[in-house]
Every structure is written in C-alpha cells, then in structure tokens.
C-alpha cells in the first residue's frame, strides 16, 4: 500500500518551478567544487520526528493523525518501515536515522524488547535491499523510559548503568546488522540538576568507562562505524556533561577517547549553548573531529530546542562552508534532518514540504559557500587581515623564533605608533549577502 498516495517522486525543476513538490535548487547530480551535490549532502530522514512525532506539546495533544496510529504497537512500527522508504524513495533522500525506541516498541522485558527490534531490523534490512536506501546512523534512547530518571551512563543506580549497557550492546549489533556508517551517542539524561547532590567526577568516569566499553564491542563484532558524540547544553538536564564542542572535545581528550569518536554537530544545540553554528562546526573542524550534522535551526525568541526544519540561507551556508573546509568534507556522517513539522502542519504532505524546504536550503547553502571559495570572498579578507604574522617579527612569532625579551627588544626599536585597520565587517556582510542571492 501507499501511505502518501498524493505525493509524486520530487525531482529537480529549478528557481522558475511553481510546482511545490519539487526542488528548486537540490539537483543530485549537479557538481560542486568537484563532487555532486548527492556526494556533499548525504542527506538523512530523521525517523523519530518523521514517523513518532504527533505534534504533541506540553499544552495540548497531539494533531497530526497518521494511518498508522490505530495499528497495534508491533505493526504500526512495521506500517512506520514502509512509511519511511517511501517517504525516501519519493524524496531522493539516500538515507535514514533512528534510535531503537523509534522503531520498535519496548517489550515488559529486555528479551521482549530485543525479540521485537529483530523484527523490525529484519524488515528495515529487506526493505533497504530492495530501495538501496542506507542506515546513516543508529544509537540507544536512553532517556525516554523513568528507568533514566537519573541518567544512563552516569545514573547512581548501578543496576541503570548495567541495563544502559546491554542496550547499547544490542544497538551495535544491529548498526553491524543494517550496515550503519555512523553510531551517535547522544547523553539525553547525561547531566545533572543540582551539585549538592551529584559526585561529577564518578559520573564523568563511568560516562568515559561505558564509552570505552562500547569501542571494545564494536571492535570484537567487527562494526566499523564511525562513532559520534552529539554535544547539546540542556534539556532535559539542568547541565548536560557534552554542554558543547570544546567540552565534549575536552572529555574525550581527558579519557583517552578522541581517537575513536567525532562529533556530530546540531544547529539547535549549538544556538542553546549560546554559539552559532558554524562556530560549533568551526571548533569541531579545528580539531579534526566533525563528523556529521543534525540540520534543523531553533527559533531566536524561544529558549528550548524547537528542532524546525532549516530555512535560514546565512546558517546552510556558513554551515556548508564549514563543511566545504573540512579535510573529506562530511566524510561518512550526512546532514540528517533531526527536524519536525510545527504542530499546525499536521498533515501528511508537510512532511514531504518540510524536508523539500530543508533540502533546498542545504544545496543553496552548498553553491553559495563553493562560490565563497571558489572566489576566496572570506579568505583573502582573512589573509590579509593577519599578514602582519607573514613577515617580519609576525613571521618570528608564528615560527616560534621570538622571545619576550625578543620582542620587548622588538618594540624599544620602533619609533612609529602602532596603526591598527579597519575589519570592515560591514562591508564583508554585504559581500556575503551578494554571494549568497546571486546563486
């Protein structure tokens, strides 16, 4: 059966298109400083918004009614599977994202739980046969259940911690099974209220033991996904332990984990830590460690993660830029839509205009940031903003030549006063906007 019958495949008609299920600007096949527009993007639905989500808020139930909603919980996940490859193959959207709570409803027992993950697992692996369709990435929701009241890994019930474990063990195994090019951890419940009664340092440690314990798995099963630390400040904790990049960086330095993990990086998280986004993908590119984004954006005057779909072109291609930077790009990560509808696009073709909107704002984001190097808008202004470091006692300081009594020495010498110039910001904004509207 078809679960969106009204909505036909989406294909590229370009800017002159009127036609709403189209894109305007995502053209796979387009080539971009040397690769397609496909191979930049690696585009991913995120399951749990797409399929889960019901537009429920803390003010009122829920109003998107799907056809899936009145099936028992084992067959409306299997009515969800066929929704989402749909959903992908009418999109043109190579790939998927789920934890395993999306996709399978949990069991009064762990064994219960697991029997119905595989399932699912083996109607997800029959149907990405037949699509060719992939998992980007797969992770444990270990948040939702009151068992993670006081967090998974760094819960001060042992038994919590035990229980963590063994779910992240199964969802390894079926990121193996499904052929997942990225695990995330992402610590939901990883954070605390208060100090006055929280030991950080034994929750840091048991964080780090259970990290260390899930790169020991995936090399003795043979799973050789990328692994992925999502940073966000709050919520639902007060302070979560990865607040952001550089924290997140910090710990798995200190742990001796930042040869096996990298970081995938969400454009709401970023804006709740009180960063842009392409700050948090500069720091994660800076460090060798970007790996992936969630691609959604958060509303300005509201403080919580609204996870809306991206529409603001400044954020896709600043974002984009970043990304253009990075050694390999995205790599094996993608820009996965962690992004729902708003609770008054309820119905069934908001999905396909919501993820359209988003696609298009990425791949206008991507030509505007190829044009930003390609032209070197951004780089000859930095260039030439720090070559007072290319020479002279700038060149001494950057090679590591110079000395404080080098440099005092330095200083007494000179009998000019220092001139400092102009950023000119403004007229870089300006520069930007031009490059980006004329794409």
């Known amino acids: 059966m078809s679960f969106f019958p009204n909505v036909p495949e989406i294909k590229y008609e370009g800017r002159s298109s009127k036609n709403p299920f189209s894109y305007k600007h995502y053209n796979p096949q387009e080539v971009v400083l040397g690769k397609t527009m496909e191979e930049h993007l690696r585009l991913a639905v995120a399951y749990w918004h797409t399929f889960n989500a019901n537009g429920t808020d803390p003010f009122g139930a829920g109003t998107a009614v799907r056809s899936w909603d009145s099936l028992s919980p084992l067959d409306r996940s299997k009515a969800r599977v066929e929704a989402n490859f749909e959903l992908l193959v ?50 444990a929701n270990l948040f939702t259940n009151p068992r993670y009241v006081h967090g998974a890994s760094t819960s001060n019930n042992a038994e919590v911690f035990a229980y963590s474990a063994a779910t992240i063990k199964k969802m390894l195994e079926v990121g193996k099974e499904l052929g997942a090019e990225n695990y995330v951890f992402w610590g939901g419940r990883e954070g605390y209220e208060s100090l006055l009664n929280t030991d950080m340092g034994l929750e840091l440690d048991n964080l780090a033991r259970m990290l260390h314990m899930a790169v020991d798995y995936a090399k003795e099963i043979g799973f050789g996904a990328q ?36 970081l995938n990086i969400e454009a709401n998280h970023a804006t709740l830590a009180g960063h842009t986004f392409e700050h948090e993908l500069r720091v994660a ?96 202004v930095i260039e030439e903003r720090y070559s007072s470091y290319s020479s002279g006692i700038g060149a001494d300081i950057v090679a590591g030549k110079a000395s404080l009594k080098s440099l005092e020495q330095y200083v007494l010498t000179q009998q000019q006063p220092i001139v400092n110039r102009s950023n000119r910001l403004e007229q870089l904004r300006a520069a930007l906007n031009e490059v980006i509207f004329s794409v």
Do not use: C
């Open 285 to 380: 590119r800076l460090n060798g460690a970007l790996g992936s984004i969630d691609a959604n954006q958060g509303d300005y005057l509201l403080g919580w993660d609204t996870d809306e779909f991206p529409f603001d072109l400044y954020s896709t291609t600043l974002a984009m830029y970043e990304i253009l930077k990075n050694d390999g790009g995205i790599g094996k990560g993608g820009v996965n839509f962690d992004a729902k509808v708003r609770r008054t696009s309820f119905e069934d073709e908001d999905l396909f205009f919501a993820h359209i909107a988003g696609i298009d704002a990425y791949a206008h984001g991507l030509k505007a940031a190829a044009k930003l190097i390609e032209e070197r808008v951004l780089d000859g």
């Open 90 to 139: 009418k999109l043109g959207v190579p790939f998927y994202a789920f934890h395993d709570a999306d996709v399978a409803p949990e069991g009064a027992t762990l064994a219960e739980t697991n029997k119905n993950i595989d399932v699912i697992v083996a109607k997800l692996k029959e149907f990405q046969q037949a699509t060719g369709k992939k998992l980007l990435w797969n992770t």
């Open 227 to 262: 692994f992925l630390i999502e940073p966000k400040p709050k919520e639902p904790t007060k302070h979560q332990y990865d607040f952001d990049a550089a924290t997140a960086l910090q710990f798995l330095q200190k742990y001796g984990l930042k040869d096996y993990f990298k």
